[in-house]
């Protein structure tokens, strides 16, 4: 149970009670001290917390959305989706530093605030992480890893294995396995583009010594994956531009009157202009140029 409040130094907060089950407030307090140390830009800080009585946490009040909201409008763009991704990984990585395991990476948990140099991400609820083997499971099924639900040890990687689940609900629109959590299957195809999707693959190997090694291993190789996307689509639109410009040219060439005495041997840097706008129109690669009086003479 969560509530928007005003702390004593005029700050908006939000004030969020825990469950008074004595498990969990044994947990909470053991592990609070520790992770109050950890400090990183994407994990929402802590202002106060307590477990006397009903124990509770303070945190600030983030004028931001979840991703759970922003998927109800469906899947993000690849760039869009990696970037997140990048920040969650980097706020995953200080708390495993931390010997700090959240075991409850999900979009619900994950809030985007747009900032002066884009979109912010928060990790948030990761103060209720977990150090060494929890003595009870916590946390969403569908997101967590096998490991988990098998009671086997865990450490960092079972948040690899969550964090790759998000990417794949990022770019695909929903969750990539369907039926029983324990035997999954991949529901549908992998999400596109496939390079993408071979990333997705190994984070959520069932083994994990087979995923990667840490969240930023994680966002590394999709940062990777798709950069080797854009140079394949420039490589390939730098090819057809210089086909479409060299057959416009040739075609403008067949039109105008070239004088007698002059070899119409090439096309003129103008034609040339025209025929790579034709191009990028062609493509949808963006609003071609007007053209100048240059273009046309």
Do not use: C
């Amino acid at each position: 149970m969560a509530y928007r409040a005003v702390d004593s130094a005029g700050r908006q907060v939000v004030l969020r009670f825990l469950p008074a089950d004595p498990g969990i407030v044994a947990i909470f307090r053991r592990d609070m001290a520790l992770a109050r140390r950890v400090r990183h830009p994407n994990l929402l800080p802590i202002y106060d917390f307590s477990v006397k009585g009903r124990p509770y946490l303070v945190t600030p009040l983030i004028d931001g959305v979840d991703l759970g909201s922003l998927l109800a409008d469906g899947p993000l763009a690849p760039e869009l989706a990696v970037g997140i991704v990048s920040q969650v990984a980097a706020a995953l990585d200080a708390l495993h530093r931390g010997k700090l395991v959240l075991r409850n990476v999900k979009p619900a948990n994950i809030l985007v605030e747009e900032g002066p140099r884009g979109p912010h991400v928060w990790l948030i609820d990761w103060s209720l992480a977990w150090q060494g083997a929890p003595e009870v499971l916590a946390g969403t099924a569908d997101y967590l890893a096998p490991e988990l639900l098998t009671g086997a040890a865990a450490d960092g990687r079972a948040d690899v294995y969550s964090l790759a689940m998000v990417l794949y609900e990022l770019l695909a629109g929903h969750r990539p396995f369907l039926g029983d959590v324990v035997r999954p299957a991949l529901a549908g195809p992998s999400p596109s583009p496939p390079a993408l999707g071979d990333v997705v693959r190994q984070g959520l190997e069932w083994d994990p010594d087979r995923r990667y090694s840490s969240a930023g291993d994680l966002a590394s190789a999709a940062r990777a994956a798709l950069d080797g996307m854009r140079d394949e689509v420039n490589a390939i639109g730098t090819r057809r531009k210089r086909r479409w410009s060299s057959l416009w040219a040739g075609f403008a060439a067949a039109l105008v009157p070239w004088p007698s005495s002059i070899q119409a041997t090439s096309a003129s840097p103008a034609a040339e202009r025209i025929g790579e706008r034709l191009w990028f129109a062609y493509h949808d690669l963006g609003p071609p140029e007007p053209a100048s009086s240059e273009d046309v003479q």
